[in-house]
């Protein structure tokens, strides 16, 4: 089992959608959870921490359910400007990262 | 505030040669990590320097290398290129163990 899993995607959505990238991860221990955006050839950026409690930053909504290891985040009112890859990242000791392999976003107009 | 600053932007190598990569982390961080992400996959973390010394290993061979400068600046090193080498590589640095990582442009290598 992959220590970061996320859907594969590509998603297609028009603007205005909804969307909700998945994320699972194998280790318990795992102490702090991401999602960085990647834009085509760029390095990847801290999009939002994500907590037990949930937490929203405008459009973007994360969660985290630690006794399931489930990583989520929602997009709404989704904008052209939010085509991106979607990486989701767990940190254990030491503050190194774990990446998923991504899912990519393609907003359409 | 400088941010995380790459160089070069993009190289080209043949396989078996030898490979520098730099780094300059964001000013007042003094910790610096290596990930390679190859096409289509997320960043792999190579290594990791805090104060110059070595703090943690990702799954890569002996032939990858770093440095850590009094400055924290950074070198990554490849030797014995291989064409699976060829990759985006991406310096990160933290301020501490517990902060969030600030990424370079990345140096894009090919190895023919």
């Known amino acids: 089992r992959k220590e970061v899993e996320q859907d594969p995607g590509p998603f297609n959505v028009p603007e205005g959608a909804t969307v909700a990238f998945n994320c699972t991860y194998s280790?318990?221990?795992?102490?702090?959870f991401f999602w960085y955006r990647q834009d085509c050839r760029k390095e990847p950026k801290l999009l939002m921490s994500v907590y037990s409690s949930g937490n929203e930053d405008g459009r973007f909504t994360a969660q985290l359910n630690r006794a399931s290891q489930y990583i989520s985040l929602l997009i709404r009112d989704s904008k052209l400007s939010d085509s991106a890859t979607y990486l989701c990242?767990?940190?254990?000791?030491?503050?190194?990262?774990?990446f998923g392999k991504g899912t990519m976003l393609l907003v359409s107009p | 505030e400088t941010g995380v600053t790459q160089s070069p932007t993009h190289l080209i190598k043949t396989r078996g040669q030898q490979v520098t990569l730099r780094c300059s982390s964001q000013s007042g961080h003094n910790t610096v990590s290596w990930y390679q992400q190859a096409l289509g996959q997320g960043p792999q973390f190579i290594f990791q320097?805090?104060?110059?010394?070595?703090?943690g290993r990702g799954n890569f061979p002996p032939r990858f290398s770093g440095l850590q400068f009094p400055n924290y600046s950074s070198e990554l090193n490849v030797n014995a290129l291989e064409l699976d080498d060829s990759a985006l590589y991406l310096c990160?640095?933290?301020?501490?163990?517990?902060?969030?990582?600030?990424f370079g442009n990345g140096t894009r290598l090919t190895v023919t």
């Open positions: 320097y805090y104060r110059e010394e070595e703090n």
């Open positions: 280790n318990s221990a795992s102490q702090s």
């Open positions: 990160a640095s933290s301020l501490d163990n517990d902060s969030p990582l600030h």
């Open positions: 990242v767990v940190q254990g000791g030491y503050s190194t990262l774990t």
